[in-house]
């Protein structure tokens, strides 16, 4: 079954350019990756001057996305990249999560 992986930002508008860059460097190593279908990032603004982004992917399997967990971890670790870092750093708060589609 599809596995959809859902994560929510809300980013400081002074933020917002470093949150991009590392942003869109993810999508692009895991659009290589085995099991990846298709992703999308969407963006508003909250009224109070923060950005909310919201990232999907989407995943041929839950196997798929357990896999791509695990490179995206051995990426950070190959790049010494500390995800929580930077979120704290930022001041940027995330909500996660696995979503599967609803079935009609």
Excluded: H
Aim: proline share 3%; net charge negative.
């Amino acid at each position: 079954m599809k596995q959809i992986f859902i994560d929510q930002f809300v980013i400081p508008e002074n933020a917002k350019q470093e949150f991009t860059e590392r942003m869109n460097y993810n999508r692009d190593f895991i659009k290589k990756l085995t099991g990846f279908i298709e992703d999308a990032a969407y963006e508003r603004e909250d009224g109070n001057g923060n950005i909310i982004c919201v990232t999907i992917a989407t995943w041929e399997s839950e196997e798929a996305l357990s896999k791509a967990k695990a490179a995206v971890q051995t990426e950070y670790q190959r790049i010494g990249f500390n995800p929580q870092e930077l979120l704290t750093l930022l001041n940027i708060t995330m909500d996660r999560g696995v979503y599967q589609p609803m079935d009609n």
